[in-house]
């Protein structure tokens, strides 16, 4: 039986994690006690020593334990407790508590484990922005409301609470997947029409899994990809890349692709809103950028077209990642224009861009008979081309 792992820092909170894991222990689950603490530890109250977490530390336990900087010891605890959670197979649940090094340590174990494996972090931080801890898992914040400066009325509240959500996830884990093997499709507010025609072409045959194109959406769709939980991946909207390369607020990282390289997975991409790069209100644009031909999507979105120079950088990024996945490959160029912008009369309309970008890719991608650039006479929100788009996949996927 895969067991629920209480993870703290048994140097600062010791009492609090022993009630934490006794509450949990009393719901009749299997408890692992493990310290992440990066100061010695007197007595047998844990599972798994702060030392043998360390160990796991690519330069060894010394470069964890020890140390005079309380900064340098959190960083080295933090990487060593991720490598050490990355090599366990036994994890059912895990529940930390934390203030803000501890968080910081159990949350980089939890963001290494898979999506739907329950994780429940209880911190003092948790009623602020807690986006650089949750990334893009799947971890629940709870509020620890007091300091964990030892047990009182209301802090023996908050963990009960905590012990009973985590008990309760862990007892009764979601159901296995079953039915309809999944899709992975990304998605902007500008490529909607597009992907929701695919959507409605493949949705019998298919759990399609839409991501929005935010950066956080594509590294979440690859993760998913990397973690065996797709079948294929139909990549409409790469805009996450003009942010990466031009310093967008909602950018991909220099991973993207890098799932469907190592998966080989069946992929049909586009070139979807590579004709914009998003920034927040319009007094946040870069200076550089003010000259620049701008469209306040809405009163928090401002969005500036790409020029010329911009999409050949853009498509040649895009190209040479694409060479690095060997599976069946489609990328699909519609000739008419990328975005519900770039359109005959959009804010966006630019057929000169649009062929530099389009060249850009062509002269990259190595095409070969499984890597193949097919251009489409069509806009990219025509619904002719998300059926061709929905085709392609059904080719490639059956081969």
């Given at each position: 039986?895969?067991?629920?792992?209480?993870v703290?820092?048994?140097?600062?909170?010791?009492?609090?994690l022993?009630?934490?894991a006794?509450?949990?222990?009393?719901?009749?689950?299997?408890?692992?006690?493990?310290d992440v603490?990066t100061?010695?530890?007197?007595?047998?109250?844990?599972?798994?020593?702060?030392a043998?977490?360390?160990?796991?530390?690519?330069?060894g336990?010394g470069?964890?334990?020890?140390?005079?900087?309380?900064?340098?010891?959190?960083?080295?605890?933090?990487?060593?407790f991720?490598?050490?959670?990355?090599?366990?197979d036994?994890?059912?649940?895990?529940?930390?508590?934390g203030?803000?090094?501890?968080?910081?340590?159990?949350?980089a174990?939890?963001?290494?484990?898979?999506?739907?494996?329950?994780?429940?972090?209880?911190?003092?931080?948790?009623?602020?922005?807690?986006?650089?801890?949750?990334?893009i898992?799947?971890i629940?914040?709870?509020?620890a409301?007091?300091?964990?400066?030892?047990?009182?009325?209301l802090?023996?509240?908050i963990?009960?609470?905590?012990?009973?959500?985590?008990a309760?996830?862990?007892?009764?884990?979601?159901?296995?997947?079953?039915?309809k093997?999944?899709?992975?499709?990304?998605?902007?507010?500008?490529?909607?029409?597009?992907?929701?025609?695919?959507?409605?072409?493949?949705?019998?045959?298919?759990?399609?899994?839409?991501?929005?194109?935010?950066?956080?959406?594509?590294?979440?769709?690859e993760k998913?990809?990397?973690?065996?939980l797709?079948?294929?991946?139909?990549?409409?909207?790469?805009?996450?890349?003009?942010?990466?390369?031009?310093?967008?607020v909602?950018?991909?990282?220099?991973?993207?692709?890098?799932?469907?390289?190592r998966?080989?997975?069946p992929?049909?991409?586009?070139?979807?809103?590579?004709?914009?790069?998003?920034?927040?209100a319009?007094?946040t644009?870069?200076?550089?950028?003010?000259?620049?031909?701008?469209?306040?999507?809405?009163?928090n979105?401002?969005?500036?077209?790409?020029?010329?120079?911009?999409?050949?950088?853009?498509?040649?990024?895009?190209?040479?990642?694409?060479?690095?996945?060997?599976?069946?490959?489609?990328?699909?160029?519609?000739?008419?224009?990328?975005?519900?912008?770039?359109?005959?009369?959009?804010?966006?309309?630019?057929?000169?861009?649009?062929?530099?970008?389009?060249s850009?890719?062509?002269d990259?991608?190595?095409q070969?008979?499984?890597?193949?650039?097919?251009r489409?006479?069509?806009h990219?929100?025509?619904p002719?081309?998300?059926?061709?788009?929905?085709t392609?996949f059904?080719?490639?996927s059956?081969?």
């Open positions: 039986m895969r067991r629920v792992y209480v703290g820092t048994h140097d600062t909170k010791a009492e609090e022993a009630f934490l006794d509450l949990v222990a009393a719901a009749g689950l299997p408890v692992v006690r493990v603490g100061r010695p530890l007197t007595g047998d109250a844990v599972d798994v020593t702060a043998e977490v360390a160990a796991h530390h690519p330069d336990a470069a964890v334990l020890g140390l005079d900087d309380r900064g340098t010891a959190v960083a080295a605890m933090t990487e060593a991720a490598r050490f959670v990355a090599n366990r036994d994890i059912g649940a895990i529940v930390g508590l203030g803000g090094g501890g968080t910081a340590i159990v949350t174990g939890m963001r290494r484990l898979p999506y739907g494996v329950p994780k429940l972090m209880v911190s003092t931080l948790a009623s602020g922005d807690v986006s650089p801890y949750v990334d898992s799947d629940l914040f709870m509020p409301v007091t300091d964990m400066a030892g047990l009182n009325g802090s023996r509240v963990l009960h609470n905590a012990a009973q959500a985590i309760g996830m862990a007892r009764h884990p979601a159901p296995a997947r079953a039915g093997p999944s899709i992975g499709l990304t998605m902007f507010g500008v490529t909607t029409a597009c992907v929701t025609a695919i959507v409605e072409r493949l949705g019998a045959d298919y759990d399609c899994m839409v991501f929005h194109a935010t950066g956080t959406g594509g590294r979440s769709m998913l990809a990397d973690s065996g797709l079948t294929g991946v139909i990549d409409i909207t790469t805009t996450e890349v003009c942010d990466l390369l031009l310093g967008g909602l950018p991909a990282t220099e991973d993207r692709f890098g799932a469907i390289a998966t080989r997975l992929y049909v991409g586009s070139v979807g809103a590579l004709d914009m790069v998003n920034f927040w319009p007094d644009v870069p200076a550089v950028f003010r000259d620049r031909t701008l469209y306040r999507h809405n009163p979105v401002t969005l500036m077209r790409t020029t010329a120079e911009e999409c050949r950088r853009i498509g040649a990024w895009i190209g040479e990642r694409l060479n690095a996945c060997d599976g069946e490959v489609r990328f699909l160029i519609p000739e008419k224009g990328v975005s519900s912008l770039d359109i005959d009369g959009g804010a966006f309309f630019d057929p000169q861009a649009d062929a530099v970008l389009f850009a890719l062509e990259t991608v190595r070969t008979e499984r890597r193949r650039i097919v489409l006479p069509l990219i929100n025509d002719a081309f998300a059926a061709a788009a929905a392609t059904l080719d490639i059956q081969r």
